[in-house]
């Protein structure tokens, strides 16, 4: 099973390269912020739990963020694998996917981090914006994404260093360039 996650700060072409290596490899894709979605527009228990905590104005706990992921990854028995998108964002959800692919007999492949610089995904958000006017790339939303990318989620990247699983990718130029790149390294993972 080839179980792939893709980090960036945002901006970064994450979102592109997914749906590439998707498309490749044939893999389930499993998004954090899509599952919320789902799960608060059809008002499972779960969903509930994400919308008062959501109006509340505090984070979603890791234990249920898991639950929903557990619950995804289940319902596709025969995947090739998957790609964890905007998963994890800390060492303590890195170490919880672990803890629970590992109960299934398998476990992160590797891990792909774009690199970007500040520069560049400066100028790629304001093109976005221009273009499709995303309501996360509104200046303050964007800021607080940023911050937690380099706050929190850019400290996940050790734990996968010291696992041997992390592979750093220049972000910038063609798309097609940076997703050849990427498959080599994947490629590697999968021999």
Known sequence: MLNLVLFG???????TQSQKLIDHYQLVHISTGDLFRAHIGNQTELG???SKLIADGE???DS?????????????PQAKGFIFDGFPRTVAQAEALDKFLESKQTGITGVVALDVTEE????RIAKRKAI????????????????EYFGKTVHVLPYYEQ?????KVNGIGDIEVIFDAIKSVVDTWKQ
């Open 163 to 167: 696992q041997g699983k992390l592979t």
């Open 64 to 76: 249920v963020t898991i639950a929903m992921l557990e619950e995804e990854i289940g319902k596709h």
């Open 120 to 123: 560049e995904l400066t100028t």
């Open 59 to 61: 984070l979603v706990p």
């Open 132 to 147: 499709s006017n995303r309501a996360d790339d509104d200046a303050e939303k964007l800021k607080k994404r940023i911050e």
């Open 9 to 15: 700060p945002p901006g970064a072409g994450k979102g």
């Open 48 to 50: 509930q739990r994400v």
